[in-house]
């Protein structure tokens, strides 16, 4: 399985080195060639949640050193639960998905401690001590933070943007020290992704860093993240015999994108329902197929 720039096809990458590398060289994401077809049969038998990741991720990895490496990977990086907690008193049949019982109570710890496990198990061919870069709204940067924490061999650095996060989130940002490094940015969280990638093409910093990427923009978090819909989409079909339909509070689309990946790999998903705020510039996109950018509205 390889993985391709966005940008140029040319420029392609096994997993364990598209992880590593974060971005493409000419600063586009790194995706599947194709999206491989799974066994949704053999994964509903699977009790664990590390064994269903290892099972599902597989395909995605084949070819790749970090094939073998999945086992390990997953039990590293999910050790907590991704409950269904059944609604009652519904119209019909409904659930929540529960993803804060990781250590920072966010979905993205999913994706953090799995991007984590991985990066300190797949051989690098730089030997250089790691950067990782993440810009967040306020729930990666605390993950990511997490997941690295006093990681020997690797540094983070955390753009957030400025009176626009929680306190309670910007004191998760800022807390913790050693190796993680949390700057405010005199913008929006647009502008810290924009700096982020502006990191990866600029040639000094390319030079004497060796960086790599914590957001949605890295496949080692949108892959994981496929996980718990593979879960719950199992368990549900299971249940009622249906596919079920998923609702996704949505942003810059890097969680409902793994929803979109697993039902198109072959997990039972129906409908999938972007659930969008005043910030209409991706809805208004896929409606027009006019990319209009603008200034962020706070919510």
């Known amino acids: 399985m390889r993985y391709l720039s966005t940008r140029d096809a040319s420029h392609a990458a096994g997993l364990g080195a598209a992880i590593a590398r974060g971005l493409a060289p000419d600063g586009g994401l790194y995706v599947p060639e194709r999206l491989p077809s799974v066994d949704a049969g053999a994964l509903a038998v699977e009790a664990s949640l590390p064994g269903l990741a290892a099972g599902l991720l597989q395909p995605f990895a084949a070819g790749d050193v970090m ?26 049949p409904l659930s ?33 001590r790691l950067t990782i870069l993440v810009a967040t709204s306020g729930d990666t940067g605390g993950a990511v933070a997490a997941a690295f924490f006093d990681r020997p061999w690797v540094d983070v650095v955390v753009l957030y943007p400025k009176g626009l996060v929680s306190p309670r989130q910007e004191q998760q940002l ?20 924009r700096m982020v990638k502006e990191a990866f093409v600029d040639p000094t910093l390319s030079r004497d860093l060796l960086l790599s990427s914590a957001n949605s923009i890295n496949v080692g978090r949108l892959l994981p993240q496929m996980v718990y819909y593979a879960r719950a989409s199992l368990a549900l079909q299971t249940a009622d015999g249906r596919a079920p339909n ?25 409908e999938i329902v972007l659930a969008s705020n005043a910030n209409l510039t991706v809805p208004d996109f896929l409606q027009s197929g006019e990319w209009r950018p603008r200034a962020s509205v706070a919510t």
């Not at 890097?254 to 997990?267: D, F, K, Q």
């Open 67 to 92: 094939a073998s490496l999945l086992p390990a990977i997953t039990a590293d990086a999910f050790n907590f639960p991704a409950p269904l907690v059944e609604v009652q008193g519904g119209a019909g």
């Open 96 to 128: 929540v998905l529960e993803l804060f019982h990781g250590p920072t109570a966010a979905f993205k710890d999913f994706g953090a401690r799995f991007l984590a496990a991985a990066l300190e198990r797949v051989p690098r061919e730089d030997p250089r």
């Open 174 to 193: 800022a807390c913790w020290g050693r190796n993680v490094r949390t700057l405010s940015v005199a913008g929006t969280f647009d502008d810290c992704q």
């Open 246 to 270: 998923f609702i996704i509070p949505t942003g810059n689309l890097g969680n409902a994108l793994a929803c979109i990946w697993a039902r198109e790999a072959g997990l039972p998903i129906g």
